[in-house]
C-alpha cells in the first residue's frame, strides 16, 4: 500500500522516470544496432558513446538556473528536449553525428534528471514522506520493460526509429502530467544569498557516487567475472548483471516500505552493509551459482544507496536549495561512470577480478564514516534549515 500512495503522491514527477527508464532502455537494447550502423570498433564505440557523459555532468551543474527560470514548465520542457535529443542519434550513420547526438542526449538527460529528483524532494518535504525510493524503482521498471519489448521488436525487423518514435509519443501523452508537478521553492527575499552548505553536499555525493561507482562494475564486469574466473558459459555470464537488474528494481520498491520506518541513514547503512557483503561472496565464489547469489544479494543493497543520498541532500539544504543540492551532489556522482572502467581494468589486469570486486566492497564499507556524519548533522535541529 506505501508503494502505491507514493506513487500516487509523486505521479507528476514520476511520469518523468517513466520517461527517462524507457529512452534508456530502448537504447540499451538497440546497441548492437546502433555500432554495427556506425561500422566501428568496441573501443571506438566506447568513446561515442561518452559523449553522453560530456553533456550530463556539465548540464547537471547548470539545471537549477534552467529550474528557476522555468519554474513550473520545466519538468515538461525537460521532457520534450530529451524526446528532440533521441532524434539524432537515431538517424546518425556517421560516428561525428552520433557522438554530437549524444552529447545533446546527455543535456537533456541532466536537465530531466536533476529537475525530476528535485520536484520529488520537495513533495518529501512537504509530505513528510520517504519517495524517493519509489520513483527510482519506477525508473528501473521502466527501463526493464522497455529493454524487454525492444527486444521484441528487434526480432520483428521494426525499425530502431520507429520504437524511438513510439517512446516520444508516449513522451508527448506524459506532457500535461508532468506540468502538474510542483514549482520550485522560491528564493527568500531575506537570506536569499546564503551559500548552498558545502559539506553535506560534498558527503552525499561521495556516497551515492561509491553506489553508481559499485552498480557500473557489476554491470560490465559481472559476465566476465563469471565466465573467465569461474569457467561459465556466455549465457551463464549474461545472467550476472541480469540478475543485478531485477534486484534493484525488487530493492527500491522494497525499500519504500522501508524507509517509510527508518531515518535515510540508517537505510544507507544497513544497505552499504548488506552490498558489501553480496559483493564479497561474489568475489569469493568457487562457482557461478554463488556468484549470482552474491550479485542479487548486491542488487538489493546497492538500489537503495542512490535514492536515499538524493533524498538526503534534500534534507540537508533549506527549501530554495534543493535542486541546486541534488545538481550537484549528481555531478559528483555520475563521476563514478568515468572512474570505474580505470578502477576495475586496471585492478583486474593487475591482481585479477576478485581482487578488483574485493576493492570494490571496500569502497562500500567506506560509506558508513559519511553516514555517521550526516546522521549526527540531521540530529541537530539548528543544523538543518526548516
Do not use: K
Request: hydrophobic share 60%; proline share 6%.
Amino acid at each position: 500500500m506505501s508503494i502505491r500512495s507514493a506513487l500516487l503522491l509523486t505521479r507528476a514527477p514520476g511520469a518523468a522516470f517513466v520517461v527517462m527508464g524507457l529512452y534508456w532502455g530502448v537504447f540499451a537494447a538497440h546497441v548492437p544496432v546502433f555500432r554495427d550502423r556506425l561500422g566501428v570498433e568496441d573501443a571506438t564505440f566506447g568513446l561515442l558513446l561518452l559523449g553522453s557523459s560530456i553533456g550530463l555532468i556539465p548540464t547537471m551543474w547548470l539545471a537549477p538556473l534552467f529550474d528557476r527560470a522555468l519554474r513550473r514548465a520545466a519538468l515538461p520542457v525537460a521532457a520534450g528536449l530529451l524526446a528532440l535529443a533521441w532524434i539524432t542519434p537515431a538517424l546518425a550513420t556517421a560516428p561525428l553525428a552520433f557522438a554530437v547526438g549524444m552529447i545533446g542526449v546527455g543535456v537533456a538527460s541532466g536537465l530531466c534528471d536533476v529537475v525530476m529528483n528535485a520536484r520529488v524532494s520537495q513533495i518529501e518535504a512537504q509530505s513528510g514522506r520517504s519517495l524517493m525510493n519509489a520513483n527510482h524503482g519506477l525508473f528501473s521498471l521502466a527501463y526493464g520493460i522497455a529493454a524487454l519489448a525492444s527486444g521484441v521488436t528487434r526480432e520483428a525487423g521494426l525499425p530502431m526509429l520507429t520504437v524511438f518514435g513510439g517512446v516520444g509519443v508516449m513522451t508527448l501523452l506524459f506532457l500535461p502530467l508532468l506540468s502538474r508537478a510542483p514549482a520550485p521553492a522560491a528564493v527568500p527575499e531575506e537570506g536569499g544569498a546564503a551559500r548552498l552548505p558545502l559539506w553535506p553536499v560534498v558527503l552525499c555525493g561521495i556516497i551515492v557516487m561509491i553506489a553508481f561507482l559499485s552498480e557500473a562494475t557489476v554491470e560490465s564486469w559481472s559476465a566476465l567475472h563469471i565466465e573467465r574466473t569461474l569457467g561459465g558459459g556466455a549465457a551463464q555470464g549474461a545472467l550476472g548483471p541480469a540478475l543485478l537488474g531485477v534486484t534493484m528494481t525488487l530493492g527500491r520498491f522494497g525499500g519504500q516500505a522501508l524507509a517509510e520506518r527508518l531515518s535515510e541513514t540508517a537505510v544507507i547503512r544497513m544497505a552499504a552493509l548488506v552490498s558489501a557483503i553480496g559483493i564479497s561472496v561474489a568475489a569469493m565464489a568457487p562457482v557461478p551459482m554463488v556468484a549470482y547469489l552474491g550479485f542479487a544479494v548486491t542488487g538489493l543493497g546497492i538500489s537503495v544507496i542512490g535514492p536515499m543520498g538524493l533524498a538526503l541532500a534534500g534534507r540537508m539544504v533549506a527549501a530554495h536549495q534543493r535542486a541546486q543540492a541534488i545538481a550537484r551532489v549528481a555531478v559528483i556522482a555520475f563521476c563514478a561512470f568515468l572512474i570505474a572502467p580505470v578502477l576495475m581494468g586496471g585492478l583486474s589486469q593487475a591482481l585479477g577480478l576478485r581482487a578488483a570486486f574485493g576493492a570494490v566492497a571496500l569502497l562500500l564499507l567506506m560509506i558508513l564514516p559519511p553516514v555517521m556524519a550526516l546522521r549526527r548533522r540531521a540530529a541537530d535541529p539548528g543544523a538543518v534549515p526548516a
